[in-house]
């Protein structure tokens, strides 16, 4: 997510703590960050006012207790923030409605079974509404989404009047949250704006959310101010997160309405939706821990902590082997976890690899019976051999997992109780309440 703009933000904060705290030195780390932004599409003038509140507050008194170095990193961290969103908009778990705008491309559709699932997983009752009636097939795309996360549908396939479906939809589903998914243009011309503005008056929504993508570049400063004119934008939802290199633009889009970005999105599955913290997110891109997400991302998806102790004990089989594998998948890439761990600066080629690898052991471990994952030991030939046809693959495949298996159980537990006490796989560790 952003890795070009994270790699050359982290490459000045590292010029920085490797010079003097200079004003030569901080006019430079100013310029790389400049750069860095404008290359995601950060607007021109945010830009260079973040970059004048740097150099006028450079060289003040640093707080007691911090250096020169750890001011000047701080203030650095925090004019990004500012430009970035500032603070984690609120969300609050309670029955409302919402109403999904934006243009052509930008992902509402998909989006509103994203957000739908969001609030689903937190237990609440979900229905979305399809008001798109200007593009084919949205009708249908919805409905299909909506049967894959289980939840209530509602559509009006031959209806035009998009208002009229929303006054109907009112009257016969019940949910907790209602999201609406309305038409996008091209542009913001009269006729979009004459129709939100109808489904606006008959929703009355508690949210109204314009959805961008983070391709759009500085182009999402225009949008937003032109859809906050027309329906009175509350939050901004950021599509496409994962498929850019950019995106700086549509973050930076919230500074120019009294919308927050409350929402990204950062891949293709109705779970691919994450609140946006403005402090966690320039925490990432600098290279600094958020050990905290990656908690709440180990719990959303049920990571056992009795089994995740006995596997940093060297107490598991293939089937606990197996296990782990499914919930490390769902939590995202391995570089992302990296990310999250402060480790960003591994060989992420070489971590991204062993994770296609270990794609590859889950098909392996499901052909075996229970007692072969129960008992590797009894893997010979002949059992590999039936092993990987029945997996579709190579008998080099099984050996290698195999091979790994026992390096991992041998390798944790040649390690000695300090050993895992230190370092941020301990406060990992500690924090999901595992004894060490």
Not at 108 to 116: C, D, E, I, P, Y
Not at 127 to 132: L, P
Not at 181 to 196: H, K, M, P
Request: aromatic share 6%; net charge positive; with cysteine.
């Amino acid at each position: 997510m952003l890795k070009g703009l994270s790699e050359k933000l982290r490459g000045s904060i590292e010029k920085l703590t490797k010079s003097g705290a200079t004003k030569e030195a901080v006019d430079e780390v100013v310029k790389d960050i400049q750069r860095a932004l404008l290359e995601s599409d950060v607007d021109v003038k945010l830009v260079f006012q973040m970059s004048e509140n740097i150099r006028n507050n450079a060289f003040k008194d640093p707080p007691q207790g911090l250096t020169r170095k750890e001011y000047l990193i701080k203030l650095i961290y925090d004019e990004l923030t500012k430009v970035l969103g500032e603070k984690k908009a609120s969300v609050e778990l309670k029955p409302k409605k919402i109403l999904l705008a934006g243009l052509f491309g930008s992902g509402k559709t998909t989006t509103s079974a994203k957000l739908g699932r969001f609030y689903q997983r937190k237990g609440l009752s979900v229905a979305v509404v399809c008001c798109d009636t200007f593009r084919p097939a949205a009708f249908e795309q919805l409905q299909q989404l909506a049967e894959k996360i289980d939840v209530v549908f509602y559509g009006e396939k031959n209806e035009k009047n998009a208002a009229k479906i929303v006054k109907n939809a009112l009257k016969k589903i019940k949910a907790d949250v209602i999201i609406v998914d309305s038409s996008g243009r091209n542009a913001l011309d009269d006729e979009l704006v004459r129709e939100i503005k109808e489904i606006n008056n008959e929703l009355n929504p508690d949210e109204k959310i314009l959805v961008i993508p983070a391709d759009i570049g500085q182009a999402a400063k225009i949008q937003a101010k032109a859809f906050h004119d027309a329906l009175n934008i509350t939050d901004i939802i950021v599509t496409k997160m994962d498929a850019t290199a950019k995106g700086g633009g549509a973050l930076a889009a919230a500074y120019e309405t009294s919308a927050k970005v409350k929402f990204i999105t950062v891949g293709e599955t109705p779970d691919d939706l994450q609140q946006y913290d403005p402090e966690k997110f320039v925490a990432r891109l600098l290279g600094f821990p958020d050990l905290e997400s990656l908690l709440e991302k180990a719990k959303d998806v049920g990571v056992d902590k009795d089994k995740a102790e006995k596997i940093m004990k060297g107490d598991f089989d293939l089937e606990d082997f197996y296990e782990q594998i499914e919930n490390v998948g769902k939590m995202g890439t391995f570089s992302s976890m990296l990310d999250m761990m402060g480790l960003g600066k591994m060989a992420k080629g070489d971590v991204d690899s062993q994770q296609e690898r270990m794609k590859k052991w889950k098909y392996v471990i499901q052909s075996m019976t229970t007692e072969e994952k129960r008992n590797p030991d009894m893997l010979n030939s002949s059992r590999i051999r039936r092993i990987a046809s029945g997996s579709g693959s190579k008998e080099s495949d099984v050996r290698e997992l195999i091979s790994n298996y026992s390096k991992m159980k041998k390798m944790m537990k040649m390690m000695s109780p300090g050993q895992l006490k230190r370092g941020q796989m301990a406060k990992l560790m500690k924090q999901f309440g595992m004894k060490m």
